[in-house]
């Protein structure tokens, strides 16, 4: 398991993700990194996180089999638990941390870097998702439903979704750190803490989203294109 990347081993078993959000260790963005050399740069107890791997794998396996997945499948399933959570969840989400920053904004001047950031990152992928929905998307499906390719396509678009997905990975590290892993301050009025666990609700489900786009929906993807061209 040491030998392994932090990605594959959440590909095989999606549910050690929560492992590795308990110890602070990228799965998604930084997933690429073997176990034992993400550990050290985290400075993170390896043979515990090994220990709490073991523990969560040694239950009957009963999450979905994401690797197994046809791509197609997969697709629907990003959109309808991973996009819509978002488009249902960002608009009340920005509403409360921005009416936090504006009433709290003087006290807990972070609240309102923290607003500014978490209007930032909906924005981002708000466009994102709607380039992944309208080229991305339709295009894997129809290799999958046609078992034909228009030629080398696929990198392009998934190139950019990565970089994008860089992107908000580091909005998410800068709110996380200045909110102190969205702990509200004990004057915090209830907006504040609907607010800040609203935030880390999103946190989590965007952390899943881009897993599985990293490091199972492209890379198949790219497979089967290549599959496809010969």
């Given at each position: ?7 594959e ?28 050399t ?24 009963s ?32 509403e ?7 009433v ?127």
């Amino acid at each position: 398991m040491k030998e392994k990347t932090v990605g594959e081993i959440v590909s095989d078993d999606i549910r050690t993700a929560t492992v590795f959000k308990k110890h602070g260790l990228d799965f998604c963005c930084g997933g690429g990194e073997k176990l034992e050399t993400a550990c050290q740069k985290k400075g993170a107890d390896l043979e515990a996180i090994v220990a709490d791997l073991e523990l969560v794998l040694s239950d009957e396996k009963s999450s979905d089999d994401f690797q197994a997945m046809p791509l197609n499948k997969l697709v629907d399933h990003i959109f309808n638990a991973h996009h819509q959570f978002i488009y249902e969840n960002g608009p009340v989400t920005a509403e409360f941390i921005n009416k936090v920053a504006r009433v709290h904004g003087e006290r807990h001047p972070e609240t309102v870097e923290v607003a500014k950031l978490f209007n930032d990152l909906m924005q981002d992928l708000h466009q994102h998702m709607m380039k992944e929905e309208r080229i991305l998307f339709p295009y894997i499906k129809q290799m999958v439903q046609d078992s034909f390719s228009n030629g080398a396509f696929v990198n392009g678009p998934i190139s950019v979704m990565m970089a994008e997905h860089d992107t908000a990975g580091e909005i998410l590290k800068k709110m996380n750190a200045l909110t102190s892993g969205y702990e509200p301050p004990v004057d915090g009025c209830n907006t504040y803490r609907a607010a800040y666990a609203n935030i880390q609700a999103l946190e989590d489900d965007i952390h899943l989203h881009i897993h599985l786009e990293n490091n199972i929906l492209f890379p198949k993807a790219l497979e089967l294109e290549e599959q496809l061209l010969g």
